[in-house]
């Protein structure tokens, strides 16, 4: 197969949905590149983990299609479909040893006995589960578990894109870093797909090359680690993205300069066009990292009220009034914060405007 | 740190030990006192040591009660176990339909035991039963549970059956509703048929309620009484004469004490040997090989 393609799909999992609210997916529209390393991040409930299943055929979209290339697939039970899943916890056959569980997807296709043996051996390598073949699976650690159901995946010659659900949720921390590592070495030696889901914006930016943010049932950004953080589409992203997220206020557009509770932020002109012409409620959007400090009054700069600072060993986060509002700003471990009254600048190259949580372009 | 003082918690247990005095042990001694003596009427008796335990042991009507009670145990599980299971695996799932079949299994579970032997004397009368009249009459197919041996064990296996299957299944239900949902769906990506989900996923995770299920099934009709007792009082002849049985018999009818002491303490030690058997061997299922 190639690339999937996602085609307009909806779930609901009630039987006669009525509003909006009623779908777990809404719209998805998308299309997935054949070997690429793919996140799906979102908060608990946003429907990445439904979108997975309909993605492996274990659970049939009320609306749309599922496409793998130019074949449709939307009808087809899993086992049909070249794809496989690693779910959030390991999922082992418990009377079987490491290599019959490794064997199991390959018997039930009624694959030659010497072909078997071969891939298992194969994927055993690249799982350092060679030591382990003839061990009962019940008795290993997680991580080991978790491998061999990654292993299942991995020895059916004709999987192309492997589904992953929250798969270190329970794993220790350090081995955590050390598994995905090798999932990314996996990843490039193989040249599979993966699809990786999960609500750890570090697991996904780390790992994936690109990932998708869902939001209430809808993917409102694809794009690179860098573009969720420069430039995110929505305010959804601004917020779950960073830590801190980024910083919002409503504002009204006065020429190119931004009014927020009586103190005017100036932007670029592109920036003040673009927001001249969306019709929608207003916000300004800015990282914390590009929120400038100074105990002195500059050139465009204005006046905010310490509230307090976090300092968090590699850097420090501010906490500001600024016009009756909360914000934050990040400063270099090193920076030196004025004590109570501050100068802030906001550099207007970073300055996004949002139009009823979109951003405008 | 004065031990002693600690050591008086020791009382604590008191209440439990008179508790299980009064419940356990002393009845059981009684029985062990009666099993060394012979005894001829209330107060008449006379100290005869292992006389009894030898003299119940060269009994052949014990032998064929202790064969013919192997026997049933060994049908009753060969049917219940995989028929409970196989119900189990055909209740629904969700709805309204859980709710009812519940019910419904759980009904002769909540009969009394003496109850549904009359229950199935009336059931298989040839005149006038629902099932014995509609395999004479509609069938025209002689049959009376009080004519022949083999009559009376097949009418004793569907009752066991109808009164027992349901604890075998409820258990075996409860025991894969508890298994997670994703499981199935590994299953099903591995491209796993029907067969092969339940070998390798239901079986090996009932296999602690079937344990159960097992043991208990094994324990109960082990030591039936009740029903054979209602239904056919032992008979056609000894034909279903089983170890409970025999020893009322001996016990009440023949007022030998004794005897029936003796006999008491194998049953016993009968019962729990097969089932510590029975449980070791479970536990070893699948978790003897390499590790």
Redesign the interface.
């Known amino acids: 197969m190639s690339r999937i393609e996602l085609n307009e799909i909806s779930h609901s999992y009630l039987r006669e949905p009525k509003g909006d609210t009623d779908y777990a997916l809404k719209r998805i529209q998308s299309v997935w590149d054949d070997g690429g390393a793919y996140a799906l991040l979102g908060p608990s409930g946003c429907g990445k983990t439904t979108l997975l299943?309909i993605i492996?055929?274990?659970i049939t979209p009320s609306t749309g299609r599922v496409l793998y290339g130019d074949l449709d697939v939307t009808a087809l039970?899993?086992?049909k479909r070249n794809?496989?899943?690693v779910?959030?916890?390991p999922?082992l056959?418990?009377?079987?040893?490491v290599f019959d569980n490794l064997a199991?997807?390959l018997r039930?296709?009624h694959i030659d006995k010497n072909d078997i043996s071969k891939r298992v051996q194969e994927v055993a390598e690249i799982l350092d589960l060679t030591a382990f073949l003839?061990?009962?699976a019940a008795?290993l650690a997680a991580d080991a578990k978790q491998k061999i159901?990654l292993g299942?995946?991995l020895v059916r010659s004709d999987v192309a894109a492997i589904l992953f659900d929250e798969p270190l949720t329970v794993i220790d921390p350090n081995l955590k870093w050390h598994l995905r590592r090798e999932l990314k070495e996996i990843h490039e030696k193989l040249k599979l797909t993966l699809i990786y889901v999960t609500h750890d914006q570090m697991e996904a930016l780390t790992f994936a090359d690109k990932v998708m943010v869902m939001y209430e049932g809808e993917i409102v950004q694809i794009g690179t680690p860098q573009d969720l953080v420069e430039n995110p589409e929505h305010t959804f992203v601004g917020y779950f993205i960073g830590s801190p997220g980024m910083n919002f206020m409503q504002c009204t557009l006065n020429g190119n300069v931004a009014q927020v509770d009586g103190a005017g932020i100036i932007l670029d002109q592109k920036t003040a066009d673009l927001g001249h012409k969306s019709q929608g409620k207003l916000e300004l959007g800015i990282r914390p990292m590009h929120v400038e400090l100074s105990s002195e009054q500059v050139k465009n700069s204005l006046p905010a009220k310490i509230k307090s600072v976090e300092d968090l060993g590699s850097y420090k986060i501010v906490t500001l009034n600024f016009a009756d509002k909360i914000l934050r700003a990040k400063l270099a471990e090193g920076a030196s914060v004025p004590s109570d009254k501050a100068w802030l600048v906001f550099s207007p190259q970073w300055i996004r405007l949002y139009s009823d949580g979109r951003l405008v372009k | 740190m004065d031990k002693w003082e600690n050591n008086r918690a020791w009382f604590l247990t008191i209440p439990v030990l008179v508790l299980v005095a009064f419940s356990a042990i002393i009845p059981l001694m009684t029985v062990v006192n009666y099993s060394v003596q012979d005894i001829f009427g209330p107060g008449q008796s006379l100290f005869v040591g292992t006389e009894m335990y030898t003299k119940i042991l060269r009994d052949p009507r014990l032998h064929d009660a202790l064969w013919r009670q192997f026997l049933f145990s060994g049908l009753v599980l060969l049917i219940e176990m995989p028929l409970g299971v196989l119900i189990a695996l055909a209740m629904p799932k969700k709805g309204w339909g859980v709710s009812f079949s519940l019910v419904a299994l759980a009904l002769p579970l909540l009969i009394p035991w003496n109850t549904i032997g009359s229950i199935w004397i009336i059931f298989v009368r040839p005149d006038i039963g629902l099932l014995g009249a509609f395999i004479n009459n509609v069938l025209g197919i002689p049959f009376d549970h009080t004519r022949t041996a083999g009559e009376a064990w097949i009418t004793l296996m569907l009752m066991e059956v109808w009164h027992w299957t349901s604890l075998v299944a409820l258990l075996a239900y409860a025991g894969l509703r508890a298994i997670p949902e994703v499981y199935y769906q590994a299953a099903k990506i591995d491209g796993a048929s029907a067969w092969a989900t339940f070998r390798y996923i239901q079986l090996p995770k009932m296999r602690g309620v079937l344990t159960i299920a097992l043991l208990l099934r094994f324990m109960d009709s082990f030591l039936i009484y009740a029903e054979p007792f209602v239904l056919t009082g032992g008979g056609p002849g000894n034909a279903t004469t089983f170890l409970s049985i025999y020893l009322v018999k001996l016990a009440t009818g023949q007022f030998d004490l004794g005897t029936a002491g003796a006999f008491s303490l194998i049953y016993f030690v009968i019962v729990i040997l097969l089932c510590f058997v029975f449980y070791q061997v479970l536990q070893g299922v699948g978790k003897g090989a390499k590790q």
Do not use: C, H, W
Not at chain 1, 93 to 97: I, K, Q, R, V
């Open positions: 299943n492996s055929g274990l039970p899993p086992e794809i496989a899943q779910f959030q916890f999922v056959y418990d009377t079987m040893s199991f997807p039930n296709r003839k061990y009962k008795g159901s299942r995946g």
